[in-house]
């Protein structure tokens, strides 16, 4: 059974920093890339940041670019987003997804599994 289980979110000051974990389990997870998502109340779903199977690559979306590093650790099927100087529009609920062979890196139907979802609110 495919999981995906993301962990630390929570309340933010602007300005702070946040580390967000995925944990994957069930599946050939150093064959498929990773990407994280946010949705706020709202809006569409946004993909921020996605990390190649082939070479770890890390890309990012213009939102976050410059405030964000992604990286994946294959031996413990986990990677980890790290964002800086975080705004009140980066308050969402971020996702771990996981895709085989995504094209369209920011288009969520690209990947298979997901998570349930991290709550992040920045905010004083």
């Known amino acids: 059974q495919v999981h995906l289980v993301e962990s630390g979110g929570g309340l933010v000051q602007p300005g702070g920093s946040l580390t967000l974990s995925c944990v994957a389990s069930?599946?050939?997870?150093?064959?498929?890339?990773i990407a994280w998502f946010r949705q706020a109340p709202g809006k569409e779903r946004e993909g921020i940041s996605c990390i190649s199977a082939s070479d770890g690559r890390a890309y990012y979306a213009e939102s976050v670019e410059e405030r964000a590093t992604f990286s994946r650790d294959n031996a413990k099927n986990t990677v980890v987003l790290q964002m800086n100087d975080l705004k009140p529009d980066d308050t969402a609920v971020y996702y771990c997804?996981?895709?085989?062979?995504?094209?369209?890196?920011?288009?969520?139907?690209?990947?298979?599994?997901w998570g349930q979802g991290t709550q992040v609110t920045v905010s004083l």
């Open positions: 069930g599946f050939a997870f150093k064959y498929y890339a």
């Open positions: 997804a996981a895709g085989s062979n995504p094209v369209e890196i920011w288009s969520a139907p690209e990947y298979e599994y």
